[in-house]
């Protein structure tokens, strides 16, 4: 899919809540319709999501979720907290998003530098073009507040956006 395909289905104005219910309509049908090959599951509690028997990619919605409900993602490590409630990772840190547009120079270097100090024990979600990027294709160096991308990953026109908690 292409960006101006994505920017038709999602417009860049629409905010928040409404391109993530947007986007989880498009997948369902997707999935429905057979042309991904990921699960969405639905289920009470933990327990349950457990005994599941997931491939890398799938979608939990735990129900109940120390009285809130709760979205995972499974992968190669289990299951992953992606969503608490209605939308928002719980955390006691701020949230924020560096966007790239890769350059001649940053190609070279295969690096974004992040504009705040990471939270290395929280999530980053790091974008490419709009898509979510594997963990084997970038690394993060905690240190010096950097996204490095792994051989040819990022390319002249790319787009870049990191998704993070800071500190203050």
């Known amino acids: 899919m292409t960006r101006e395909e994505i920017n038709l289905l999602f417009p860049p104005s629409y905010g928040g809540n409404a391109q993530i219910s947007d986007l989880r309509l498009a997948l369902t049908h997707l999935v429905s319709e057979g042309a991904l090959g990921l699960e969405f599951f639905s289920v009470p509690d933990i327990a349950t999501r457990d005994n599941l028997d997931p491939d890398p990619g799938d979608i939990c919605r735990v129900l109940d979720f120390n009285g809130e409900p709760a979205t995972f993602i499974f992968t190669n490590d289990g299951w992953q907290l992606l969503l608490v409630g209605d939308g928002n990772v719980s955390s006691v840190y701020p949230k924020w998003t560096d966007l790239f ?12 530098n992040l504009t705040e100090d990471i939270v290395n024990h929280e999530h980053v979600f790091v974008f490419l073009n709009g898509l979510l990027c594997k963990e084997e294709e970038y690394s993060i160096n905690f240190e010096d507040n950097k996204i490095i991308f792994e051989g040819d990953t990022i390319l002249k026109g790319d787009e870049v956006q990191v998704k993070y908690s800071y500190t203050e």
């Open 101 to 112: 547009l890769i350059n001649m120079t940053s190609e070279m270097n295969r690096t974004v």
